[in-house]
């Protein structure tokens, strides 16, 4: 039986195309192994969207065709994309797949197999992801029109385009029907679910409950409303996309963890503008609060850009006091790096590499401080986690709160996957410590 192995790079879009991709394999008769085990077949989904993420895409492949001179290597993603866009080859890819092809990998590849396949191979049920039943990430949209200054995802995503409601619940039905508890949403710009539907368009009806769905707030209900779904989490959604429907469908539903990543990358007026990013750092700040009083228990995380040309020490400090007067409970702080195409690579006032090197550490260490002082508010309090195996630890789990506290503690493998209540007892280094109760 051949072996396939996938390698995937970047945002839980990827991830999720990714496990598509795989179950396609299974169901031509591959054996799925580990991403970079020995294998006939590999897949790499790569990432364009920082220069680390496209030059660690280009690491992998290489060394992928380097270790296993015979496989197939497949190429596609992002930096796929990007590579066409911009006339660059993968020297050491057998195939280069466009972003809106890559499901049909499977398909293509399986042709240069059969020989090999026996007659009625058997069909192999796949996991996505590998790990225990335990979140499923479905993808409800693709495409971005948002041209954000520094981004070059708009041209290796294209328009929004919105995958019919009837198709994600019944994703979601197959992934409860498997044991996954959490249902995680996502999409390039998620928020822009449903923008693209047109009256006459059939396909936003769920079967049988004659409900339009039209935005992601209606999406949302639906798919709470399907039996068994005990939490539903939106992967990243933008501030302008962040509407009164959505936050009173949020507060509404039980099933709706209080947690959204609300991306703020800069919070200076004049970087803001300049980034194309279509808020001010008040009117972020006034979503914050009202989202906070609507949804009891809320954590927002976000991600912010450091270096963006022409970022003055001042724009760099507004962004600080506006991170800590939020009290964001995570962040994810990366370095601005030029992306080709983009109108921000052309800019001529360029932040020096030290510079947001400095500026990307002393904003790391406010995350983490103030991810640990939103922890610290619950200590005593008993939550709901959903439980994970913690890798190495035998006898220990781990596992997040509806509002994304990673909580460690002792328990037995038989829990994993279940949501467990666990008391938030300390905190120690970095890490929260709980017990089952
Ligand atoms: S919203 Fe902005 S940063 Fe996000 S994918 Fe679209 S253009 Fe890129």
């Not at 066409?84 to 890819?93: E, I, K, Q």
């Not at 991810?371 to 309090?381: E, I, K, S, V």
Request: charged letters at 25%; hydrophobic letters at 40%; a positive charge.
């Amino acid at each position: 039986m051949p072996t396939v192995a996938c390698a995937t790079l970047g945002c839980k879009v990827n991830q999720y195309e990714s496990d598509r991709i795989l179950a396609g394999f299974a169901e031509r008769g591959f054996s799925i192994v580990a991403a970079e085990a020995p294998a006939d077949v590999y897949v790499i989904n790569t990432c364009s969207v920082t220069s680390v993420a496209e030059a660690k895409s280009r690491k992998l492949i290489r060394k992928l065709a380097k270790q296993n001179p015979g496989a197939t290597v497949v190429v596609t993603g992002c930096d796929a994309e990007m590579a066409r866009l911009v006339g660059r080859t993968f020297p050491d890819a057998t195939l280069i797949v466009a972003n809106d092809a890559k499901l049909d990998i499977p398909r293509r590849v399986a042709d240069r197999f059969a020989s090999r396949m026996s007659a009625e191979a058997p069909v192999t049920s796949v996991q996505p992801s590998h790990g225990p039943r335990i979140r499923r990430v479905i993808k409800v949209q693709d495409g971005c029109d948002m041209f954000c200054t520094y981004c070059s995802v708009p041209l290796t995503r294209g328009e929004v385009r919105s995958r019919s409601a009837r198709d994600i619940l019944a994703e979601v039905a197959s992934a409860v029907a498997t044991g996954h508890r959490e249902i995680v949403l996502t999409g390039v710009l998620l928020g822009s679910y449903g923008r693209d539907f047109c009256q006459s368009q059939a396909t936003g009806e769920h079967p049988g409950s004659g409900n339009a769905v039209e935005d992601l707030p209606s999406l949302i209900k639906e798919i709470a409303a399907v039996p068994g779904v005990e939490r539903i989490r939106l992967s990243s959604i933008e501030p302008p996309q962040v509407s009164e429907r959505l936050l009173d469908a949020a507060a509404q539903i039980a099933a709706f963890t209080p947690h959204l990543h609300i991306p703020l990358q800069s919070g200076d007026d004049g970087v803001l503008a300049a980034m194309n990013r279509p808020y001010t750092r008040s009117e972020y700040r006034d979503l914050c609060r009202r989202a906070c009083s609507t949804i009891e228990d809320l954590a927002i995380t976000t991600d912010v850009m450091v270096g963006f040309p022409g970022e003055t020490d001042q724009a760099f400090e507004n962004k600080l006091d506006l991170v800590r007067e939020i009290g964001f409970t995570r962040m994810h702080v990366f370095r601005y790096s030029p992306r080709p195409l983009t109108v921000a690579a052309s800019r001529t006032d360029q932040v020096p590499e030290s510079v947001r090197a400095q500026r990307a550490n002393r904003l790391g260490q406010v995350a983490r401080d103030l991810q640990l002082a939103f922890a610290r508010r619950y200590l005593g309090r008993t939550m709901d986690v959903l439980a994970e195996p913690l890798r190495d630890s035998p006898g220990w789990l781990a596992g997040y709160t509806p509002n994304y506290i990673r909580v460690v503690f002792e328990g037995r493998p038989s829990a994993v996957g279940q949501i467990v209540p666990v008391r938030l007892l300390r905190i120690r280094g970095a890490a929260v410590l709980g017990e089952l109760s």
